[in-house]
Structures are given as C-alpha cells and as structure tokens.
C-alpha cells in the first residue's frame, strides 16, 4: 500500500498555477513534519518547501519562495503546494515526504523516512 499519495500534476503554461495535494493515513500524518521535493531528468531531487507539524511554520527553497505555499490540513491528513507563476525550470517529478516523528521539516531528502510516487508538473515555455 502506498503510504503518501499525490495529486494535482499536469501541464500547464508558464504563469499560469496549479495545486498539488498529498494525501496520508492519519498516524503518519498526524506524526510528521511534512514536505515537497522535485525531481527533474538527469538532476538530483531538490526541496521545494516545508512545513511544521502542526503548520505553524513553514520554509521555502529560494528559487520558489514567493510564488509557492505550502499548507497542511491536519483534519484531513493532506498537504497542499499551491504553485503561481510557474516557470519552465519549475518541470520535474513533484514528491511528497513526511518526516515521521519530527516537528520541523528538513530540506535534506535523506530525513525522510515516507515518500509519495509523484506527480509530474510541465511547464510550457
């Protein structure tokens, strides 16, 4: 069974928005500090944004800060990544991690211990 699934990937043009959602059971939710990672071909997986535990608090890699947010809905154990003005480097393979028994995220991939099979966002030039 897959133990973080995600959704919302598709094509779409350069500024335009899409929002990707990842969904979780409870106890893994509820437990985690959570966060978005991106893959693109033939490049290593990067952080794209995290938030707390509780969604208190929240980060952002540079190169999207200001045109992603990330939010948690602990209620319904789904994590959103809602991206405006989407750029053509922003295409990649979109990953949703928890990191189990944590109150703050990580940009590092390797402190996550639950991963998601991805979503892939186009961006058209």
């Known amino acids: 069974q897959v133990q973080l699934v995600e959704s919302g990937g598709g094509l779409v043009q350069a500024g335009g928005s899409l929002r990707l959602s990842c969904s979780a059971s409870?106890?893994?939710?509820?437990?985690?500090?959570m966060g978005w990672f991106r893959q693109a071909p033939g490049k290593e997986r990067e952080f794209v944004a995290g938030i707390t535990r509780d969604g208190a608090r929240t980060s952002y890699a540079d190169s999207n800060k200001g045109r992603f947010t990330i939010s948690r809905d602990n209620a319904k154990n789904t994590m959103y990544l809602q991206m405006n003005s989407l750029k053509a480097e922003d295409t990649a393979v979109y990953y949703c991690?928890?990191?189990?028994?944590?109150?703050?995220?990580?940009?590092?991939?390797?402190?996550?211990?639950?991963w998601g099979q991805g979503t892939q966002v186009t961006v058209s030039a």
């Open positions: 409870a106890r893994t939710f509820s437990s985690a500090a």
């Open positions: 991690a928890a990191r189990v028994d944590y109150y703050h995220p990580s940009t590092h991939e390797q402190e996550y211990t639950t």
